[in-house]
């Protein structure tokens, strides 16, 4: 078995105790040290978040349960502006004691369909440490939105200027007369005044 790297988001699991059914229910705050997320959308490194955590002994390792808020930011695609969204997550995962990993990664070599989720991030320390993010990424990373919008309607930028149309004047556009046509322009804005 191979070394566990060091865990990213340690979780202390003192005080669970080893008896299948043990529980143990709490709240932490931990600092995520690199951003979770997609390229378009994340949750910045260096925030921190508020988790209510449940873990669980069982036979094979422990099951953790960790749900929280988390403020997400990322860039319109249309516009370019900077989009905050707060998204909510939970997600229980198991972590296996590595002797129970190592047998299951054996039994289903060939069959991966089976336990996708067998993974040594979800792994029981041997210090009864697991490592949280992995749970937090596959926990908040479908929760952002495939295409990053600042509102469903984000009108995007103008093609002629650049400007973002959602701050432009009720209107804005650019005219692109034909010189030979401007004799007659005076009379198309006066047929728009009108009709304004
Ligand atoms: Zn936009
Ligand atoms: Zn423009």
């Given at each position: 078995?191979?070394?566990?790297?060091?865990?990213?988001?340690?979780?202390?699991?003192?005080?669970?105790?080893?008896?299948?059914?043990?529980?143990?229910?709490?709240?932490?705050?931990?600092?995520?040290?690199?951003?979770?997320?997609?390229?378009?959308?994340?949750?910045?490194?260096?925030?921190?978040?508020?988790?209510?955590?449940?873990?669980?002994?069982i036979s094979e390792g422990v099951s953790i349960s960790?749900?929280?808020?988390?403020?997400?930011?990322?860039?319109?695609?249309?516009?370019?502006?900077?989009?905050?969204?707060?998204?909510?997550?939970?997600?229980?995962?198991?972590?296996?004691?590595?002797?129970?990993?190592?047998?299951?990664?054996?039994?289903?070599?060939?069959?991966?369909?089976?336990?996708?989720?067998?993974?040594?991030?979800?792994?029981?320390?041997?210090?009864?440490?697991?490592?949280?993010e992995p749970l937090l990424i596959d926990a908040i990373?479908?929760?952002?939105?495939?295409?990053v919008l600042c509102s469903p309607d984000c009108p995007?930028?103008?093609?002629?200027?650049?400007?973002?149309?959602?701050?432009?004047?009720?209107?804005?556009?650019?005219?692109?007369?034909?010189?030979?046509?401007?004799?007659?322009?005076?009379?198309?804005?006066?047929?728009?005044?009108?009709?304004?």
């Open positions: 078995m191979k070394q566990v790297k060091k865990a990213a988001i340690p979780l202390d699991l003192a005080g669970l105790g080893s008896a299948e059914g043990d529980s143990k229910s709490w709240r932490v705050q931990v600092e995520l040290p690199a951003a979770i997320g997609t390229e378009d959308m994340a949750v910045p490194a260096g925030e921190t978040l508020d988790l209510q955590v449940l873990a669980v002994a960790a749900s929280g808020q988390a403020r997400t930011q990322g860039e319109c695609v249309r516009c370019l502006e900077l989009v905050e969204k707060d998204i909510d997550f939970s997600l229980s995962r198991v972590y296996y004691y590595p002797d129970e990993l190592a047998h299951l990664l054996n039994e289903v070599s060939g069959d991966s369909s089976m336990y996708a989720e067998l993974d040594e991030v979800y792994q029981v320390c041997p210090d009864s440490r697991v490592d949280l990373v479908p929760q952002i939105p495939y295409s995007g930028l103008c093609p002629d200027c650049g400007i973002a149309l959602a701050h432009a004047e009720a209107g804005h556009h650019h005219e692109k007369i034909d010189p030979r046509w401007s004799a007659l322009k005076g009379i198309f804005d006066q047929e728009g005044d009108k009709n304004a």
